[in-house]
């Protein structure tokens, strides 16, 4: 299928690695130019040569830390004035595991600034240019904690909620100029994220990893972890001109994990 997003520009987050990279190679394999920024300088230029010559689609490489205001305000100001960005992922690491009560000012001004002010400050800057030109996706990386909090994640689960609103709001404001702006909640999905938290709750919980991911496993009623690439999948069609009748709302991929309607 073409999804009508041959020669556009996306900007990809979090690319360096699992699920953000996967998407980058999937829009890329669409003909769709991408910008992959991440922490990992080494990570997206590997990442930026194989998708040329793979995809035969022009790529940027960009090191951002989203958790550096000065640095999100600088490419936000790229955005506005230097690139014309048609599709945006906004993909953010998350804070580590934690439960509700002790966690530091520190970790909750990290996490309120990497997951949802960048968020905001970059989505704003780059629906300015989605507006002037009637087209425009959004697409912003949940956690299924957004919908049925996960335990250990509580910070996660508490900010991300802030996005989802804000994705909520916005996407009833820029309907009219063609914009669809919408969330993509992963469940569990086969990434670096997933071995780190997997392994920090099996210590919690006096467990050996394997034990703990098999008992993971069984509340999975497709039985298995997620792809980066099945992921990716989804969120291309999301973003592609296919889609345009789809804002507003928050798309699950989780093997059925979260029980709720």
């Known amino acids: 299928m073409d999804l009508g997003i041959e020669g556009k520009w996306a ?23 991408v910008i992959i920024g991440a922490r990992n300088s080494d990570g997206i230029r590997k990442l ?15 090191t951002i830390d989203l958790t550096d205001a000065k640095a ?77 909090p996960i335990a250990n994640l509580a910070v996660s689960n508490t900010v991300r909620a802030a996005a989802a609103g804000f994705s909520k709001s916005l996407a009833g404001e820029v309907a009219k100029d063609g914009i669809t702006v919408n969330m993509i909640v992963p469940g569990r999905i086969n990434t670096g994220r997933l071995a780190q938290i997997n392994t920090q709750n099996a210590e919690r919980q006096g467990m050996t990893l394997e034990a ?29 001109d296919h889609a345009g009748y789809v804002t507003g709302s928050m798309v699950r991929v989780d093997g059925g994990i979260i029980k709720g309607i």
């Open 11 to 33: 900007l990809v987050f979090g690319a360096s690695q699992g699920i953000g990279a996967a998407v980058a190679h999937a829009l890329g394999e669409e003909g769709c130019n």
């Open 48 to 62: 930026a040569s194989e998708i040329r010559t793979e995809h035969g689609v022009e790529v940027i490489p960009h």
């Open 72 to 148: 999100v305000a600088d490419l936000c100001h790229k955005i506005e004035n230097d690139w014309e960005i048609d599709i945006l992922l906004n993909n953010t690491g998350g804070p580590p595991p934690s439960g509700s009560r002790g966690v530091s000012d520190d970790v909750w001004s990290e996490s309120v600034q990497g997951l949802l002010m960048t968020v905001v400050r970059l989505t704003e800057s780059a629906v300015k240019g989605m507006a002037a030109r009637r087209w425009g996706r959004v697409l912003t990386v949940a956690s299924s904690g957004v919908v049925q």
């Open 212 to 240: 703990f991911e098999e008992a993971s496993l069984a509340t999975i009623p497709a039985g298995r972890f997620g792809t980066p690439e099945e992921f990716a999948k989804v969120a291309v069609f999301l973003m592609s």
